[in-house]
């Protein structure tokens, strides 16, 4: 667990790992220097904390531009290994990692089990993809770290995963949302579930709706889902995850900064409200991230965590900044629908908004994926439910219309929610 059992203690290991990584990206990096130098600061401008707010941001272009080797801050002959995510448009995104990158990934790894309650009598079922994606070497490595025993199965497989589940007497499974509840009901048909040892399950990198687990928990007899949080700029999945309470994912304040910023305006909401993620990181050797923009968009929670845990926390992610649109003069977010839906029992966490312009006024529409156990005939109450809630969370609103689960399009990461149909 982290070396610091107090904010005073977090902020003065913050302050020397910002001011390390300004020093080192500007000697090492031809990119930082120019940018550094072109926003006027230097490393010896970083006296403290706040200083953070001169330094000028680094974005997902910043990256695409350095291809293939974008933030390099180290000689090659230091790199140990690259991992790549699929970029959205264009070239993927490729990070360089040296030998302390890659331990210190492993070591935030290893508290994410540790935060989960993962040791070493666990058996660990790693169903994520392994490869140039960062997923499954980071949770394996992270597992043999606190001494469980890792299963690297990776994705798909429907019945080796089934297999080995019971034959194994996993009792930690680590997946994606759909995954988790694919093999629940796949369990559950082959009328396995009583032989089921699972006691946790870990999420990675995907929105999933309340109704989904508490449908996962109760086929499989887990007793806890966790959501992980990371990103291959950020060393992979391991930056952070939830506690028991799971009221909140805590963070690893000592390896990276992290602001919540308006995306349009660049400067800090106030505490609690919803803004960009921004992240700076503290020990990273090959592509430290300055001020990097994650679109991503989420809060902090202020106070401190039931746990007694000091790490800071902040809630799930909310969707991308790039995926605002504008409804009648509101900014909205679609992960803000996401989050209405997320607390509403009897839908799926599968929506799309359709915005159209009828005579002159704009009109928006969301359709929701009714839960495949709920009852049509209750249809008209849940819609008016959610309308409610939204008007009351997001100040507008919609007609909300429930349609069948999984009669809505599917698709992998970047599900395209949001149907613009106005003109002009
Ligand atoms: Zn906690």
Same mark, same amino acid.
């Given at each position: 667990?982290? /070396?610091?059992?107090?904010?005073?203690?977090?902020?003065?290991?913050?302050?020397?790992?910002?001011?390390?990584?300004?020093?080192?990206?500007?000697?090492?990096?031809?990119?930082?220097?120019?940018?550094? +130098?072109?926003?006027?600061?230097?490393?010896?401008?970083?006296?403290? =904390?706040?200083?953070?707010?001169?330094?000028?941001?680094?974005?997902?272009? +910043?990256?695409?531009?350095?291809?293939?080797?974008?933030?390099?801050?180290?000689?090659?002959?230091?790199?140990?290994?690259?991992?790549?995510?699929?970029?959205?448009?264009?070239?993927?995104?490729?990070?360089?990692?040296?030998?302390?990158?890659?331990?210190?990934?492993?070591?935030?790894?290893?508290?994410?089990?540790?935060?989960?309650?993962?040791?070493?009598?666990?058996?660990?079922?790693?169903?994520?993809?392994?490869?140039?994606?960062?997923?499954?070497?980071?949770?394996?490595?992270?597992?043999?770290?606190?001494?469980?025993?890792?299963?690297?199965?990776?994705?798909?497989?429907? +019945? =080796?995963?089934?297999?080995?589940?019971?034959?194994?007497?996993?009792?930690?499974?680590?997946?994606?949302?759909?995954?988790?509840?694919?093999?629940?009901?796949?369990?559950?048909?082959?009328?396995?579930?009583?032989?089921?040892?699972?006691?946790?399950?870990?999420?990675?990198?995907?929105?999933?709706?309340?109704?989904?687990?508490?449908?996962?928990?109760?086929?499989?007899?887990?007793?806890?889902?966790?959501?992980?949080?990371?990103?291959?700029?950020?060393?992979?999945?391991?930056?952070?995850?939830?506690?028991?309470?799971?009221?909140?994912?805590?963070?690893?304040?000592?390896?990276?900064?992290?602001?919540?910023?308006?995306?349009?305006?660049?400067?800090?909401?106030?505490?609690?409200?919803?803004?960009?993620?921004?992240?700076?990181?503290?020990?990273?050797?090959?592509?430290?991230?300055?001020?990097?923009?994650?679109?991503?968009?989420?809060?902090?929670?202020?106070?401190?965590?039931?746990?007694?845990?000091?790490?800071?926390?902040?809630?799930?992610?909310?969707?991308?900044? +790039?995926?605002?649109?504008?409804?009648?003069?509101?900014?909205?977010?679609?992960?803000?629908?996401?989050?209405?839906?997320?607390?509403?029992?009897?839908?799926?966490?599968?929506?799309?908004?359709?915005?159209?312009?009828?005579?002159?006024?704009?009109?928006?529409?969301?359709?929701?994926?009714?839960?495949?156990?709920?009852?049509? /005939?209750?249809?008209?109450?849940?819609?008016?439910?959610?309308?409610?809630?939204?008007?009351?969370?997001?100040?507008?609103?919609?007609?909300?219309?429930?349609?069948?689960?999984?009669?809505?399009?599917?698709?992998?990461?970047?599900?395209?929610?949001?149907?613009?149909?106005?003109?002009?």
């Amino acid at each position: 667990m982290p /070396a610091f059992t107090s904010e005073k203690e977090l902020r003065a290991l913050q302050l020397e790992g910002l001011q390390w990584t300004v020093a080192h990206a500007y000697r090492g990096s031809d990119f930082y220097r120019a940018r550094f +130098d072109e926003a006027g600061v230097s490393p010896d401008d970083i006296q403290g =904390l706040d200083d953070l707010r001169r330094l000028p941001f680094t974005t997902a272009a +910043d990256l695409a531009s350095g291809y293939p080797f974008p933030l390099r801050s180290v000689p090659f002959e230091r790199l140990v290994r690259i991992h790549a995510s699929s970029g959205t448009t264009g070239k993927r995104k490729i990070l360089g990692y040296t030998q302390k990158d890659v331990d210190d990934w492993r070591d935030i790894f290893a508290r994410c089990y540790e935060m989960a309650g993962v040791g070493p009598a666990d058996r660990v079922q790693i169903a994520v993809g392994y490869g140039l994606w960062t997923a499954g070497v980071g949770f394996q490595a992270g597992c043999e770290a606190v001494g469980a025993m890792a299963v690297p199965i990776g994705p798909g497989n429907l +019945d =080796l995963q089934c297999e080995l589940l019971i034959d194994l007497e996993v009792t930690v499974l680590c997946c994606t949302a759909s995954m988790a509840l694919l093999m629940a009901e796949e369990l559950g048909k082959r009328g396995l579930n009583d032989q089921v040892k699972l006691r946790s399950i870990i999420l990675g990198s995907e929105v999933c709706s309340q109704a989904m687990r508490e449908r996962i928990l109760d086929l499989t007899g887990a007793e806890h889902i966790y959501d992980i949080t990371g990103m291959t700029e950020l060393y992979g999945p391991g930056a952070g995850i939830d506690c028991r309470e799971h009221d909140g994912i805590h963070y690893w304040a000592d390896y990276y900064l992290l602001e919540i910023l308006d995306p349009d305006t660049l400067q800090p909401v106030p505490e609690g409200e919803m803004g960009e993620m921004v992240v700076t990181t503290l020990r990273k050797e090959g592509a430290p991230l300055v001020r990097y923009r994650t679109r991503d968009l989420t809060r902090l929670i202020p106070g401190r965590c039931a746990c007694g845990s000091p790490l800071p926390r902040h809630d799930r992610l909310m969707g991308r900044s +790039d995926d605002m649109f504008i409804f009648r003069a509101v900014n909205i977010y679609p992960g803000q629908i996401a989050d209405v839906l997320s607390r509403t029992s009897g839908v799926s966490c599968e929506y799309n908004v359709v915005l159209t312009r009828e005579g002159g006024k704009d009109q928006m529409k969301v359709l929701v994926e009714r839960d495949p156990e709920a009852d049509p /005939a209750a249809d008209g109450a849940l819609a008016a439910g959610i309308r409610d809630r939204i008007q009351k969370d997001i100040m507008v609103t919609p007609e909300v219309q429930l349609v069948d689960y999984a009669s809505l399009p599917r698709s992998e990461r970047k599900s395209k929610r949001v149907y613009d149909q106005r003109e002009g």
